[in-house]
């Protein structure tokens, strides 16, 4: 038998967060920036799945912008680094959704 091939893609998602109780962001922070890699059939589901995941994990997303699949992004032109591509594959590989880097927001006063 042959492995079924998967409608899985990756997306490349950029979600903001605001402040919620025991979110693990620095004390002085109003919120964060999370790149993700999300697996799902459409964008919309691994909006959806990100979402969830992060809601769990006691974040408070407040806005999601996508960037679509590898694909995508390499006909665009962008410049994806092998470790990059290396989440990539294994968001889609363990179905899942992986936050690759969090870059907290302070307000300057």
Not at 43 to 64: F, G, H, M, S, Y
Not at 76 to 96: F, P, Q, T, V, Y
């Amino acid at each position: 038998m042959t492995k079924k091939e998967s409608r899985q893609k990756v997306f490349t998602l950029l979600v903001e967060v605001g402040r919620n109780a025991g979110d693990g962001l620095p004390a002085e922070a109003t919120g964060a920036a999370l790149m993700c890699y999300a697996s799902g059939i459409d964008e919309a589901e691994a909006v959806r799945e990100t979402v969830a995941i992060l809601k769990q994990a006691d974040l408070a997303p407040l806005d999601v912008s996508g960037y679509g699949t590898l694909e995508e992004r390499l006909a665009e032109g962008h410049d994806i680094a092998d470790d990059e591509k290396a989440l990539m594959a294994r968001a889609l590989e363990e179905n899942s959704v992986i936050v690759a880097q969090m870059t907290p927001f302070f307000d300057k006063v």
